[in-house]
């Protein structure tokens, strides 16, 4: 008799236990469980364009040559965006929104592409940018953009928007 009550109990406490992660797992927002650390800027001059990768080392800028009053890099970065949930994260692609200063891009490139995060997965982004124009408007309107992080879940597009802070 003792060994039915003590086996329908630990069938009952495991069927708490199922419950409650399958309801987490169904009801968790993707948005919630996506976790980014802070998104920094930085805007500096580079006479060899040493800071851009290599796909344009070849001639970074485009023909011109590099001066001080009006060539600048323009840095993103994010050290980490983290999946805190339960379920992957497809096609995670991460894009700066630089509506403001597009005209004064010559150059740029990604770091990272599209990628999947897993549960408890990570990685860190980067963006490039060279810009010619007047370097103090450049960093005014730098920072006013913003990086959006798109990713794909259960079957769904969801978009998170990340201010970016300017770093000296």
């Given amino acids: 008799m003792n060994r039915k009550i003590i086996l329908l109990a630990v069938i009952f406490a495991l069927m708490v236990v199922l419950g409650y992660n399958l309801f987490r ?14 998104a ?25 040559t590099p001066d001080p009053e009006k060539h600048r890099i323009v840095e993103y970065w994010i050290e980490s965006i983290t999946n805190t ?12 929104v630089i509506d403001s200063f597009r005209d004064y891009v010559i150059n740029g490139t990604y770091l990272t592409g599209p990628s999947i995060l897993g549960p408890g997965g990570f990685q860190r982004a980067g963006i490039l940018f060279l810009t010619e124009g007047d370097p103090e408007m450049i960093k ?10 798109t990713w794909e879940e259960r ?6 928007i990340v201010p970016v802070k300017l770093i000296e």
């Avoid at 805007?43 to 485009?62: A, S």
């Avoid at 079957?155 to 998170?160: A, H, L």
């Fill in 25 to 38: 797992f169904l009801t968790e927002d993707p948005r919630k469980t996506l976790v980014v650390s802070e």
């Fill in 40 to 64: 920094t800027v930085r805007v500096y001059f580079d006479p060899q364009g040493r800071g851009l990768p290599l796909n344009t080392y070849l001639d970074p800028y485009k023909g011109r």
């Fill in 85 to 96: 949930g339960s379920r992957k994260k497809n096609f995670v692609i991460v894009e700066a």
């Fill in 140 to 149: 005014k309107l730098v920072s006013q953009s913003y990086i959006m992080i």
């Fill in 155 to 160: 079957g769904k597009k969801w978009v998170r």
